[in-house]
């Protein structure tokens, strides 16, 4: 159980992910330098005397299914395992962000609103005094933009 979790703690990496993605657009140069689909005789004709990056000969191309790339199983793995980093990487960090939006509360009662911690209450008299108080007190604090 915990080779699986580590596993896929590896695979939801946001640095995975783009190493993937440089293995991808790497391979994908490869495989617009060398032609695709040819015979196999075209490779080893023309890589053998002249090799590409001066180590990959007909045969290793052939080998390596560098002569049809975009179909060959380790590219398509690849970008199975693309896919499967991008989701994994998403839920990893967007299922904490869902679980903490259902715990929203919303404070449409006096009730509620006032169980918070920050809250005070002040009684207010009727005729206003406490109101034109606050308001002295913001003007001597060079507020006069504030009108209550």
């Given at each position: 159980?915990?080779?699986?979790?580590?596993l896929?703690?590896?695979?939801?990496?946001?640095?995975?992910?783009?190493?993937?993605?440089?293995?991808?657009?790497?391979?994908?140069?490869?495989g617009?330098?060398?032609?695709?689909?040819?015979?196999?005789?075209?490779?080893?004709?023309?890589?053998?005397?002249?090799?590409?990056?001066?180590?990959?000969?007909?045969?290793?191309?052939?080998?390596?299914?560098?002569?049809?790339?975009?179909?060959?199983?380790?590219?398509?793995?690849?970008?199975?395992?693309l896919?499967?980093?991008?989701?994994?990487?998403?839920?990893?960090?967007q299922?904490?962000?869902?679980?903490?939006?259902?715990?929203?509360?919303?404070?449409?009662?006096?009730?509620?609103?006032?169980?918070?911690?920050?809250?005070?209450?002040?009684?207010?008299?009727?005729?206003?005094?406490?109101?034109?108080?606050?308001?002295?007190?913001?003007?001597?604090?060079r507020?006069?933009?504030?009108?209550?």
């Amino acid at each position: 159980m915990i080779i699986f979790k580590n596993l896929i703690l590896k695979i939801s990496s946001l640095r995975f992910a783009i190493s993937l993605i440089i293995f991808i657009a790497i391979t994908s140069g490869i495989g617009t330098f060398i032609p695709q689909g040819s015979s196999d005789k075209f490779y080893i004709d023309n890589f053998d005397n002249a090799p590409i990056f001066g180590f990959l000969d007909g045969g290793k191309v052939l080998k390596l299914q560098l002569d049809h790339i975009y179909t060959s199983f380790w590219f398509l793995f690849a970008l199975i395992l693309l896919c499967l980093s991008l989701a994994a990487c998403s839920f990893r960090r967007q299922i904490p962000s869902l679980k903490a939006s259902l715990k929203w509360i919303e404070y449409n009662s006096e009730k509620k609103f006032s169980k918070l911690q920050l809250t005070t209450s002040h009684p207010i008299n009727q005729d206003g005094e406490h109101l034109s108080k606050v308001e002295l007190l913001l003007k001597k604090k060079r507020m006069e933009n504030i009108q209550i």
